[in-house]
């Protein structure tokens, strides 16, 4: 079975888990070797790498995403 309209958040739905809050943290990773030649790039080249937990309202886990980002293509914004 493949996404739900090609969305992870409207398979969750379907399944009955709804997203209602999460967590994200952001640090720096030096790429390893592995992931240097995934996204070609220099092994230890500094990159954002970003965590997320995403829970229903009930506090279960219901997506748990690590994405490594180039920090030469994205910037973080913050409210609070």
């Not at 090609?6 to 992931?35: F, K, N």
């Not at 230890?44 to 490594?68: C, K, N």
């Amino acid at each position: 079975r493949g996404l739900r309209e090609g969305s992870l958040h409207q398979t969750l739905r379907g399944a009955g888990l709804v997203p209602d809050h999460g967590e994200e943290w952001v640090d720096i990773e030096m790429l390893s070797a592995e992931d240097a030649a995934i996204l070609d790039c220099a092994p230890g080249a500094p990159f954002l790498r970003t965590r997320r937990l995403t829970r229903a309202a009930d506090g279960r886990a219901i997506e748990f995403v690590t994405s490594l980002l180039n920090p030469a293509h994205f910037a973080l914004h913050l409210e609070f």
